[in-house]
């Protein structure tokens, strides 16, 4: 009887220190990514094993740039076509997740709910396959980074860490690649038909015009019409004025 309650005295404390030192040191890593950005993402790793093991070229090509680096035209592309309640949400589109289940129940073409902060979380801290383990550590990862990072600095790094092509990462590397341009100069036409490929950069290239490639852009360019570009400066302001209200 001793024993056993040495023992689960042993393990409650392991588990204690486990999950002190994980919510420590992703506290502390978060913070830092609010600065510098991330090197490697486990995606780019896991793209280069990949490569290794089939014997191919290894590729991998990114550039980090500033969000002021990159055209306006960019983030209200991939907005459009990946989150469009981004500047509202706290990180989960509650409405979308609804929508996406009872498409799913309905036995209609699965469809997705991760915003551009879920996504991004998953990036740059998870690995891609789906489990109910990465789920759940998504929307703690999610959670910080929206929390710490804000809407501005989630955009910056998710523009730069996105896989857009065979081992092409970012919106700096895609423009050079299909455009032959930087990043800030590009238009509205190129942004979206970046963001439209975004479901399957490595399937869909912007440099591969096809009948279904061509209605996404026309859609959309449509969708970009309806919306201004995202400003984050007017959306930190309102958010400090109505922290200040409910003081």
């Known amino acids: 009887m001793a024993k056993k309650r040495s023992f ?24 830092v990514y609010k600065w510098i950005p991330p090197p490697l993402t486990p995606l780019m790793l896991i793209r280069l094993v990949e490569q290794k093991k ?12 500033s969000l002021k680096s990159i055209s306006q035209n960019m983030p209200l592309a ?16 509650l409405e979308s997740i609804k929508k996406a289940n009872q498409d799913n129940k309905k036995g209609k073409r699965k469809r997705g709910a991760s915003t551009i902060s879920q996504q991004t979380a ?13 789920k759940g550590l998504e929307v703690y990862f999610t959670t910080l980074i929206e929390v710490i990072w804000g809407k501005e600095r989630i955009m910056e790094v998710y523009l730069n ?10 919106a700096e590397k895609a423009s ?19 963001a439209v490929c975004l479901p399957n950069p490595r399937k869909m290239s912007p440099s591969k015009i096809t009948t279904y ?19 984050f400066e007017k959306k930190a302001k309102k958010a400090k004025k109505s922290k200040r209200n409910n003081d």
């Open 8 to 31: 689960k005295k042993f393990l409650t404390k392991l588990l204690k220190r486990v999950f002190i030192f994980f919510f420590a040191s992703t506290l502390l890593v978060t913070i």
């Open 54 to 65: 089939a014997d191919q070229k290894l590729k991998l090509a990114k550039d980090w740039v």
């Open 78 to 93: 991939v907005l459009v076509c990946e989150d469009q309640n981004f500047m509202n949400h706290h990180g989960f589109d």
């Open 122 to 134: 998953k990036n740059v801290f998870l690995w891609p396959e789906s489990s109910w383990l990465r």
């Open 161 to 170: 860490v996105i896989e857009m092509g065979d081992g092409i990462y970012g």
């Open 176 to 194: 050079q690649v299909y455009f032959k341009k930087k990043a800030s100069d590009l238009n509205r036409n190129q942004a979206a038909l970046i």
């Open 213 to 231: 490639r061509v209605k996404r852009q026309v859609w959309a360019l449509t969708q970009m019409s309806y919306f201004d570009y995202l400003d």
